[in-house]
């Protein structure tokens, strides 16, 4: 199972990225799936995660700002960044709570993170 992040880059303070992720690979289950942030010096710290169900949490400094969205056919999971603030600035990792099929656990996976600069 791999958890495969694209769509981050060089943006300016107010503007817009998408983040998207596919997990690929024998799976049989997706309980949740989710963005987490790191920047330099700092925790790794949850932006935003969906259920299988839909239902939604996001970081207070984001809400309003980014909206996460699932394709359960696609095991995908994006996440739309507007108004983005320099603050916002990380290292971007998906991460997804699944049962392998085959497997008896669902298991965490993490994606390899993907840069989102913020600056003018």
């Known amino acids: 199972v791999q958890l495969q992040a694209s769509g981050g880059g060089l943006v300016q303070p107010g503007g817009s990225l998408r983040l998207s992720c596919a997990a690929s690979?024998?799976?049989?289950?997706?309980?949740?799936m989710g963005w987490f942030r790191q920047a330099p010096g700092k925790q790794r710290e949850l932006v935003a995660t969906?259920?299988?169900?839909?239902?939604?949490t996001y970081a207070d400094s984001v809400k309003g700002r980014f909206t996460i969205s699932r394709d359960n056919a696609k095991n995908t999971v994006s996440l739309q960044m507007n108004s983005l603030k320099p603050e916002d600035t990380a290292v971007y990792y998906c991460?997804?709570?699944?049962?392998?099929?085959?497997?008896?656990?669902?298991?965490?996976?993490w994606g390899q993170g993907t840069q989102v600069t913020v600056s003018s």
């Open positions: 991460r997804s709570f699944l049962l392998p099929g085959g497997g008896s656990f669902y298991l965490d996976y």
């Open positions: 690979g024998s799976i049989f289950s997706i309980n949740y």
């Open positions: 969906v259920t299988s169900g839909g239902s939604t």
